[in-house]
């Protein structure tokens, strides 16, 4: 050679590092023979191969095969000790791994030898693939985090995992302090948990699926609950807006018959009032001409014309006017307010039905039971009874959340919504979505939800609660618990607690009734589809049996 080769022209533009076991692809630039191979195997779902870099492709793929002379030139160049000058971007910096070989300004490592615990870069990790005994050394992608594998007590490599302590050790500790332990190779149970972390990542790719499922559902819920939502404020206005028109036209009638009333009335009397006063003016021509008869002398002329000028014709006014009681238009005033007092209350009734159907709206997937009393308590609702619905021998008491059996009727007006035979009461409050609540309770005592449409009337099945189809009942009875609901009674093995808890999630169709002390126990769940808002309901039986619904905090 007549001078040194540029080392550049001989250095593969991939691993810019001088040419190993060179191929000359038909474009004709020049690779390492595994720095190409790997470039093309990342491309293996491709039909069409192309060159790093001028990008000519190839179809199908080039067979590779070494350039013998260009071998023999890099092979020259190392024994001359000249290398490729690695670029900057070769060098190891801030958060890379840098060889733990080099000399002066360190090369970024290639790769990590859990063996020898070091990480090399291209040229210093060249041995571990042509030394026998290196070759046999486990490589990894370069790591910083080497230092693991040693023990901290012996400084030793870990190769071995203590299955009773669950930790990885080294030699020294199994014949040490894990003495007589279940130990086994790291390998070995690498793969024992690579097969569970294969049931593992099932499991997780199984509850991505499920998740994104219960996405997708919720995504349309929250367009259903808009479309719903926005047709009932639409169809809410115009109902709205015919109520509005119905009071406004009711008010123009009354308006109009007041003014109508007013007018004829008004008429009637101006032409009563006419005629008095054409009755004054000829009432008064008379009482002239007989106090101009009286003065006169002529006695002739005094009986020729008195009897007609006496003779007073019937009066068109009655006497009886002037003592009746007139009758106005304040009587309007009172019935209409009498009538705006009946809307207030049946607004303010159906109001607190509307809000709790509004509220009730629940676009949630279905939740897990709550099972600590705290969490019930995230669900709490406050109750009252509805003195309409109770039976006369109730008495409520304590802002109607206290019901107590007497022994003689109360003064309750009529109603139709009254339980007539059956001694129960319903909730005020409709219920919808997730509710909690509690009873105190003592003696025999009926804890129960049902349909607003309960038959009231009668002493029949179709009235008593948990004796049809329409309610669902706890009975607490000497001493014992029983569940009844369309007549078929359950008997709970468990004794009678002053407190129960019921838990009602509505869109779910989960009732469950509970005994509540420092614990939560199950005493009967149901699981059913409820078509209507449920209320609750107290039964009272027996003498002196009293129920009242807890102020829960």
Not at 183 to 198: H, I, M
Not at 215 to 225: D, G, N, R, S, Y
Request: aromatic share 8%; net charge negative; hydrophobic share 30%.
């Amino acid at each position: 050679m007549k001078g040194i080769p540029d080392s550049a022209k001989f250095c593969c533009s991939i691993c810019l590092d001088l040419l190993k076991d060179p191929v000359t692809i038909p474009c004709g630039h020049s690779y390492c023979m595994n720095c190409i191979k790997d470039s093309w195997d990342g491309e293996e779902h491709k039909e069409i191969y192309s060159c790093p870099q001028c990008r000519q492709t190839f179809t199908p793929r080039p067979v590779l095969v070494k350039n013998t002379m260009l071998a023999d030139i890099v092979e020259e160049m190392k024994k001359m000790g000249l290398q490729a000058a690695p670029p900057d971007l070769c060098y190891a910096g801030p958060g890379d791994v840098a060889c733990d070989f080099c000399s002066g300004r360190k090369l970024k490592a290639l790769k990590s030898c859990l063996v020898c615990l070091a990480s090399y870069c291209e040229q210093h990790l060249q041995p571990h693939y042509d030394i026998a005994p290196l070759k046999k050394h486990k490589l990894v992608e370069a790591t910083v985090k080497l230092q693991e594998n040693i023990c901290s007590c012996h400084d030793e490599v870990m190769k071995i995992f203590c299955r009773t302590d669950q930790q990885c050790i080294c030699y020294l500790c199994s014949m040490d302090e894990h003495k007589g332990h279940d130990n086994v190779s790291a390998a070995a149970e690498r793969t024992e948990k690579q097969e569970e972390l294969g049931l593992s990542q099932q499991k997780i790719q199984q509850r991505i699926q499920d998740t994104e499922k219960d996405v997708k559902v919720l995504q349309q819920e929250v367009e259903a609950i808009n479309r719903s939502a926005d047709k009932a404020v639409e169809d809410s206005e115009k109902i709205f807006t015919e109520l509005i028109r119905l009071v406004e036209k009711r008010r123009s009638d009354v308006k109009q018959q007041i003014r109508s009333q007013q007018e004829e009335e008004v008429s009637r009397a101006e032409e009563v009032q006419e005629k008095l006063k054409q009755e004054i003016a000829e009432l008064r021509r008379k009482d002239t001409e007989l106090e101009q008869l009286s003065h006169t002398q002529d006695h002739i002329h005094f009986l020729q014309n008195y009897p007609s000028l006496s003779c007073l014709s019937e009066s068109t006014h009655s006497p009886s006017a002037n003592i009746r009681s007139l009758s106005y238009f304040e009587d309007v005033t009172a019935a209409v307010s009498e009538l705006r007092d009946k809307l207030q209350e049946l607004l303010s009734e159906e109001w607190s039905k509307i809000s709790l159907t509004v509220t009730g709206v629940d676009v949630l997937l279905p939740q897990p039971e709550p099972k600590t009393r705290a969490e019930f308590l995230q669900y709490s609702c406050h109750i009252t009874l509805d003195p309409n619905t109770a039976h006369t021998w109730l008495s409520l008491s304590e802002e109607n959340r206290k019901a107590t059996l007497m022994a003689e009727k109360q003064s309750y007006p009529s109603h139709p919504d009254r339980f007539t035979e059956w001694k129960q009461v319903l909730s005020r409050e409709s219920l919808t979505g997730r509710c909690y609540w509690e009873v105190k309770q003592k003696q025999t005592v009926f804890v129960a939800v049902s349909y607003q449409d309960i038959s009231r009337t009668g002493g029949g099945v179709e009235c008593g609660f948990g004796y049809n189809d329409k309610s669902w009942s706890l009975i607490c009875y000497n001493m014992n618990f029983y569940f009844r609901h369309n007549n078929i009674e359950t008997k709970i093995p468990l004794p009678v607690s002053s407190r129960v808890g019921v838990y009602l999630d509505h869109r779910a169709g989960i009732l469950s009734f509970y005994s509540v002390s420092e614990t939560m126990t199950l005493l009967h769940r149901v699981q059913t589809t409820f078509t209507q808002p449920l209320h609750a309901g107290l039964g009272l039986y027996d003498n002196g049996p009293t129920a009242e619904f807890c102020e829960l905090k």
